[in-house]
């Protein structure tokens, strides 16, 4: 971890090559960015977050997920597809005792019911197979389906290399932050009119 209360603590990757995981580098520059986003630069690390509803789909083993509730995002929530990687997923929250709750599930699937509760932030780090098409009809889930609270935000991570995601109309205010080889995307959810 890097930032907020699980500062330094080193988590396990599963076997093989499963996943992609953020870099740190990324992964930190995205933190400064969503706490100047919501205007908490002044709080301590772990509680730059504090209060925000995190959602973190295509999760992998935890990294993101767990430096959200590192810097006190609660609640926070992984989703990762594959069992074997979610169970890394758990083992890494349950080593730094970090509040996140993962779900196995595809990413359609679990985005094709209603909201439980809206997340204030939902990241979404798709492995780079996975198309535009399908991208944007998650994106367009998170929506659609009241997973994203009426001022949240989207963050999508993709490689420089690939087209920019296509969003929804109801998200707007987009913007884009480029770390080498790989992009990050943001956009806000419209107001309602």
Known sequence: MI????????????PGDRTRPTSDRVREAVFSSLVSWLGTGD??????????????????SGGVAIEAASRG???????????KVAAVARRNAG??????????APVAAFLSGSADVPYDIVWL?????VGDE?????????????????????VV???????DPVLPPRLDDVWYRRY??????????????
């Open 180 to 193: 080498g080889e790989t992009t990050i995307h943001y956009a806000t959810r419209k107001a309602a009119p």
């Open 43 to 60: 709080l301590p690390g772990d509680e730059a977050l504090a209060g925000v509803g995190f959602l973190d789909l295509y999760g992998g």
């Open 3 to 14: 930032g907020g209360r699980f500062r330094g603590q080193r988590l396990a990757a599963p």
């Open 73 to 83: 995002a609660a609640p926070v929530r992984l989703v990762e597809r594959d069992a």
């Open 95 to 104: 080593h730094v005792s970090a509040a996140v709750q993962v779900t196995t």
């Open 157 to 163: 991570e993709r490689s420089s290399r690939t087209p």
């Open 125 to 129: 780090d798709p492995p780079y197979a």
């Open 134 to 154: 399908e991208l944007s009809a998650a994106v367009t889930s998170v929506v659609e389906h009241g997973w994203l609270a009426p001022d949240g935000l989207v």
